[in-house]
């Protein structure tokens, strides 16, 4: 695993879709993975995709993955204001072990 | 999903003193369980990884005469900051393996005076 970068904060109205995007450059990842950290707490797991598929949708979030361009994308459908909080994608790459390599981290603001 | 406790949660300490922080898994079998360090405001850095039964392995830059692991049993990983300073105050986040995922503990919130 090497760099993943994410743009560092984004703000959208409450009801409107979020998209979190992320970029990494190890062609070898297996595992793609989206988690949650909300002020002074642990990263809750929200999903996570195989390198393998495109897209996966989990009730309001819909994560897209471009193998190609190497980019992967979390979409939350009528963002809340429990939303608001910080995402971390991470990637798992072959010849890693388990190891996860995290992007920086967008910080998510919902508005009334 | 699977859960994954520490304790403590929080903890002041006075410089020089030692440290011990407990990571759990408690619904699940967790060979090996890696511990983190995180900056305000910043990223996850990996400081180790943790395997039951054998040593632990570090990262590059990270004193293992300083921060001591232990992986006694399946669910049980502990962290220990050895003559705590005050730049080792930082939050300590643990994961365990849970099948194709990590699943990462609430956090130690760690402040040495």
């Known amino acids: 695993g090497e760099d993943v970068e994410q743009s560092l904060f984004l703000s959208v109205r409450e009801g409107d879709s979020s998209v979190i995007n992320c970029t990494y450059t190890?062609?070898?990842?297996?595992?793609l993975y989206w988690y949650k950290q909300e002020p002074g707490a642990g990263l809750q797991l929200l999903t996570y995709?195989?390198?393998?598929?495109d897209m996966k949708q989990d009730q309001r979030l819909t994560v897209l993955l471009n193998k190609k361009d190497k980019h992967l994308s979390l979409r939350i459908a009528d963002t809340q204001t429990g939303d608001s909080a910080i995402y971390f994608c991470?990637?798992?790459?072959?010849?890693?072990?388990?190891?996860?390599?995290f992007g920086t981290g967008t910080q998510l603001k919902v508005e009334l | 999903g699977a859960v994954v406790s520490q304790h403590p949660s929080r903890v002041i300490c006075k410089s020089g003193t030692s440290v011990k922080i407990e990571c759990r898994s408690l619904?699940?079998?967790?060979?090996?369980m890696f511990w983190y360090r995180q900056f305000p405001k910043q990223s996850l850095m990996l400081m180790a990884t943790?395997?039951?039964?054998?040593?632990?392995?570090?990262e590059q830059g990270v004193e293992k005469d300083k921060f001591l692991i232990n992986h006694a049993s399946l669910t049980l990983s502990t962290l220990t900051v050895t003559s705590a300073h005050p730049e080792d105050s930082s939050f300590y986040i643990c994961?365990?393996?849970?099948?194709?995922?990590?699943?990462f503990g609430p956090g130690t919130r760690l402040l040495v005076l």
């Open positions: 190890d062609s070898s990842s297996t595992y």
């Open positions: 943790s395997n039951e039964g054998s040593k632990a392995t570090y």
């Open positions: 991470a990637e798992r790459w072959t010849g890693g072990g388990n190891k996860l390599t």
């Open positions: 995709i195989f390198s393998n598929m």
């Open positions: 619904d699940f079998q967790a060979t090996t």
């Open positions: 994961s365990a393996i849970g099948g194709e995922t990590q699943y």
